[in-house]
């Protein structure tokens, strides 16, 4: 059985989050990803000097069944080289600073003409026609400038969130341009320059806080409650804490009879979302005496018998124990040369005609496929010594 994407190479520049998780995806579905690096260091990702045995945990999470190669693009041979593989491939990744792959002369426009078929795929933190496309981006900038971290936390505290949300988010929506633009190709011929800007992620993804705000009201944190859906919080419970979700009418009443609480369906006060809400303080001590005395994870089972949403609060220290992060494949064993055994990222999307998310190759050392990338376009032992020796791989 063949991967979808068996016999795709993709030369990878991307580094840090986004576009490596892209890049990752697109390897779980078969391509041939080569990922450039800079000599001696690696991307930026693999802090060498920072981490034990010379890789980030991070680096090695989002960079399996990868081939790693090394090229010094400031040096005028390395895009040289860069364009050799173009030659062979049907993708480039990046997610260079607005101007960056211009100046090693690799931008779309520089070299579109050269290969029609190349699908040129941009991850970036704005528009390239943004006015601030040359702003440096993160996560957590990104969080910033698109109103996520104003709505995030509570009352008297804005806070921005740990998970790089917004980086992921770019990378999978840079996947889902990378395939549409491939089955473009297979109907024209031509390939096409695929751009996703964190900020356009990052904006759909307030939708919940967007809609009101469009109807002329203004967002107010909350905290671990919900503007739309009341009674919904954080609750304690014996050994634990359990999130509860009311999103319905239905959800409310179905809780307020396993709390032995009737009362409170027809008590005029909690007609609805916003007539509960005025009374949240309350109907939140209530919720909260129930569970207070029972086990997290018996609430858990009583309330998806009764269909009302809810998840228990877990550590994650809890989720990576779970045995079904392995069964799933969101986490997968693999090994690294100075780490021993490590976990790596999977692919979330199961597709029922191709094999399971298997790791064909553990994540690379830096430059390990030197050699063995770039035969394939000539370059034999004597010339690689020598390119090594001047710093150029």
């Keep these: 059985m063949t991967l979808p994407l068996d016999g795709i190479r993709v030369i990878d520049l991307g580094q840090v989050y986004a576009a490596p998780y892209c890049t990752l995806q697109l390897a779980a579905m078969g391509a041939d990803v080569i990922k450039i690096e800079p000599p001696k260091i690696g991307e930026v990702l693999r802090r060498p000097d920072l981490s034990p045995g010379g890789v980030n945990y991070s680096f ?6 990868k081939r790693s190669v090394t090229i010094n693009l400031k040096d ?20 260079y600073l607005d101007g960056v792959m211009e ?10 003409a050269k290969f029609p078929r190349l699908i040129y795929a941009s991850g970036k933190g704005y528009g390239a026609d943004s006015r601030w496309a040359k702003l440096g981006s993160m996560d957590n900038t990104i969080q910033a400038s698109s109103g996520f971290i104003s709505i995030t936390g509570f009352p008297d505290q804005p806070v921005k969130t740990s998970a790089t949300f ?13 395939l549409a633009a491939l089955i473009q190709r297979g109907k024209t011929g031509r390939g096409q320059h695929v751009e996703v800007a964190m900020l356009d992620v990052a904006i759909p993804a307030l939708t919940s806080a967007v809609a009101p705000v469009l109807q002329g009201a203004r967002f107010k944190r909350l905290g671990n409650r919900h503007w739309g859906a009341c009674p919904t919080n954080i609750y304690p419970a014996r050994d634990g804490e359990i999130l509860i979700f009311c999103l319905t009418e239905a ?13 409170l369906i027809n008590d005029p ?5 916003g007539t509960r809400l005025k009374i949240v303080d309350e109907l939140d001590g209530v919720v909260g005496d129930w569970t207070r005395g029972q086990a997290r994870d018996d609430i858990v089972r009583l309330l998806i018998a009764a269909g009302i949403p809810c998840a228990p609060v877990r550590g994650l220290e809890e989720v990576l124990a779970d045995p079904e992060v392995a069964q799933r494949g969101t986490l997968i064993e693999s090994e690294y040369p100075t780490r021993g055994a490590i976990r790596v990222v999977g692919t979330p999307i199961k597709l029922s005609d191709a094999p399971a998310s298997v790791l064909a190759r553990r994540p690379p050392q830096l430059g390990e496929h030197n050699a063995e990338v770039l035969a394939t376009i000539g370059i034999g032992a004597d010339e690689l010594e020598r390119l090594a020796r001047d710093g150029v791989v």
């Design 103 to 112: 100046s090693f002369g690799l931008g779309y426009d520089q070299i579109a």
């Design 76 to 95: 005028r041979r390395g895009p040289e080289i860069v364009l050799r593989l173009l030659e062979h491939a049907d993708v480039l990744v990046e997610n």
């Design 269 to 273: 006060r909690c007609a609805n979302h």
């Design 251 to 263: 959800h409310w009443r179905t809780l307020a009879k396993l709390m032995a609480r009737e009362d």
């Design 166 to 178: 917004i980086d992921m988010g770019t990378g999978s929506h840079l996947v889902s341009g990378i």
């Design 60 to 65: 090695l999470m989002l960079n399996a069944n």
